[in-house]
T-cell receptor, first 110, second 111 residues
Framework: DAGVTQSPTHLIKTRGQHVTLRCSPI?????VSWYQQVLGQGPQFIFQ???????GRGNFPDRFSARQFPNYSSELNVNALLLGDSALYLC?????????FGPGTRLTVL | QKEVEQNSGPLSVPEGAIASLNCTYS??????FFWYRQYSGKSPELIMS????GDKEDGRFTAQLNKASQYVSLLIRDSQPSDSATYLC???????????FGAGTRLAVHP
């Protein structure tokens, strides 16, 4: 079975730009969560979606938004990029409690 | 106080030894606990989940949970150089399936 997929793998943007990151969950998983991981820290929770509804949001500014589609794939959008948004963005899919991560998108903001 | 705390390491152990990784958490209501392994430049990989007090064994890995002490640990027996990675402790917190991670412990297994 295919695991969680994310695209793109790497992305370079400049300050003020907008970015869209994409995620496809494991087949049969209806929940998708997004995390941000900066170097030397554990992943930080951004959003969780289940059945296209937002179940929870972490302590991130309104520049961050997300949505989930009928096929359970998801997008994370970040507007007005700041240098501090440079990080590894991780998508995790889950069926019950266990969350399985995709390979991540490495975002660099210059 | 951080919600999930781990020693950053590095924890250095010789090949074949037992590596012991520890984690404490602050939310007494937490019921689900996980260990992830993360190799440099890669994403976290789930290696153990534990929900009840006591020990859970899977191959060379044993997870231990003590909810009264708010303590989770991971033992790796017969450590191999390929076990060298950062180990992340994660706890479900809140009314939905949100994971709170520690900063991770870097493990180095030397031949």
């Amino acid at each position: 079975d295919a695991g969680v997929t994310q695209s793109p793998t790497h992305l370079i943007k400049t300050r003020g730009q907008h970015v869209t990151l994409r995620c496809s969950p494991i087949s049969g998983h209806k929940s998708v969560s997004w995390y941000q991981q900066v170097l030397g820290q554990g992943p930080q929770f951004i959003f969780q979606y289940y059945e296209k509804e937002e179940r929870g949001r972490g302590n991130f500014p309104d520049r961050f938004s997300a949505r989930q589609f009928p096929n359970y794939s998801s997008e994370l959008n970040v507007n007005a990029l700041l240098l501090g948004d440079s990080a590894l963005y991780l998508c995790a899919s889950s069926y019950r409690d266990e969350q399985f991560f995709g390979p991540g998108t490495r975002l660099t903001v210059l | 106080q951080k919600e999930v705390e781990q020693n950053s390491g590095p924890l250095s152990v010789p090949e074949g030894a037992i590596a012991s990784l520890n984690c404490t958490y602050s939310d007494r209501g937490s019921q689900s606990f996980f260990w992830y392994r993360q190799y440099s430049g890669k994403s976290p990989e789930l290696i153990m989940s534990i929900y009840s007090n006591g020990d859970k064994e899977d191959g060379r890995f044993t997870a231990q949970l003590n909810k009264a002490s708010q303590y989770v640990s991971l033992l790796i027996r017969d450590s191999q150089p390929s076990d060298s990675a950062t180990y992340l402790c994660a706890v479900v917190s809140g009314g939905y399936n949100k994971l709170i991670f520690g900063a991770g412990t870097r493990l180095a297994v030397h031949p």
